[in-house]
């Protein structure tokens, strides 16, 4: 008989948009030639796309259907395949056939609990309402075969007034299924203490704090996340190794990583797998998850996530935790502690 392997089935950092299923993309590129869908691009992101060879294929005249969404090798590279791919979710109908897309992807994948980051205002800059991102979000949330809860990317490259602003329309009439906030985006450029005020109302209001942090800056981000953003866990959080009191702290205080080894390469932190921090993270006694990130632009699935920490020399029993720890850290432990198995043999 093969040995038995664990079967994850629950994931907490993981992007609506990142884990688009390339067909629906081609879909949408059908629906949106990029032309049309860049036309009313603001000068600042098309020179941002302009930087980067892998997306010409977008920005030519006739415009091919828009071939290497996928070829960046450093982080800024692919902070603009993302925001680019946003361009083409352009209406309700998008949005609402990017939720069933994914979530049926997931379910096919035998995932059961997901916390799915949602950068709403990047939805909302297409122009898409924010009620009709709220009902999508609340219908999605019902779904029979998988329980989706939502986090919230209020995106720090939309600075700190718009994420307040945006926070308050959300709590006015939040979406079902809603449990947690973040800041996804250009980390090195937007630091998170600015933040702060959006995080406090966030908390005071029994949301979920976690922000990415430790990805794409070092751990002098990590502290600022904890001290001004009081946040419940970290996104990310590998480049904390370059500060071993703070992997003393985070080790005691039991602030858990959101960690995504494969997006970590494929963005360029680490120069290959081999170089991750997360052996040491793990030998010095610091909680993880093992996440997916965006798998879709880093070709990965949360299966192949933990064959990744296998390969790095992870133990078994520190991966039979990380499956324990989702439960542990989900920010809906109620719905996250279904049947999802964490320990399910197959
Ligand atoms: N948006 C989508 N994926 C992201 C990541 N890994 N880091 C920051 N922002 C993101
Ligand atoms: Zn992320």
Not at 183 to 194: I, K, Q, V, Y
Not at 198 to 225: C, I, N, Q, Y
Not at 261 to 277: C, D, E, Q, R
Request: hydrophobic residues 45%; contains cysteine.
């Amino acid at each position: 008989m093969e040995p038995a392997t664990l079967r994850p089935a629950a994931e907490l950092h993981v992007h609506l948009r990142g884990a688009m299923p390339p067909a629906y993309f081609a879909q949408l590129l059908e629906r949106h030639p990029p032309a049309r869908a860049l036309a009313q691009a603001p000068e600042r992101h098309l020179a941002f796309f302009r930087r980067w060879p892998h997306l010409a294929g977008f920005l030519a005249p006739d415009a091919p259907a828009g071939a290497d969404l996928f070829g960046f090798s450093t982080f800024p590279g692919f902070l603009a395949s993302y925001l680019l791919s946003g361009y083409f979710v352009r209406t309700p109908a998008d949005f609402r056939g990017l939720l069933d897309a994914v979530a049926t992807d997931f379910v096919a994948q035998g995932l059961r609990y997901a916390e799915v980051t949602v950068s709403v205002p990047e939805y909302l800059m297409q122009g898409i309402p924010l009620e009709a991102v709220c009902e999508a979000l609340s219908e999605a949330s019902r779904r029979p075969d998988i329980r989706l809860r939502w986090i919230v990317d209020l995106v720090r490259n939309f600075g700190h007034d718009a994420a307040l602003d945006l926070l308050r329309r959300l709590l006015a009439r939040p979406p079902a299924g809603w449990v947690g906030v973040t800041l996804g985006g250009s980390e090195a450029e937007f630091p998170p203490g600015p933040f702060r005020e959006s995080f406090e109302l966030a908390r005071a209001h029994g949301l979920g704090l976690t922000v990415h942090a430790g990805e794409a800056a070092g751990p002098e981000s990590v502290w600022e996340a904890l001290r001004e953003l009081r946040v419940d866990r970290i996104g990310h959080g590998v480049r904390a190794v370059e500060d071993p009191r703070l992997v003393e702290h985070l080790a005691e205080r039991g602030i858990p990583l959101e960690v995504c080894l494969t997006g970590n390469v494929k963005t360029g932190v680490f120069p290959s797998l081999a170089a991750h921090s997360l052996p040491q993270l793990d030998a010095a006694g610091v909680a993880f998850t093992l996440n997916t990130d965006d798998p879709t632009f880093f070709a990965t699935t949360l299966a192949g996530e933990f064959e990744a920490a296998r390969s790095l020399g992870i133990s078994e029993q520190a991966l039979g935790d990380a499956l324990a720890n989702v439960e542990r850290f989900a920010f809906d432990r109620d719905a996250c502690r279904i049947r999802f198995s964490p320990l399910r043999l197959c």
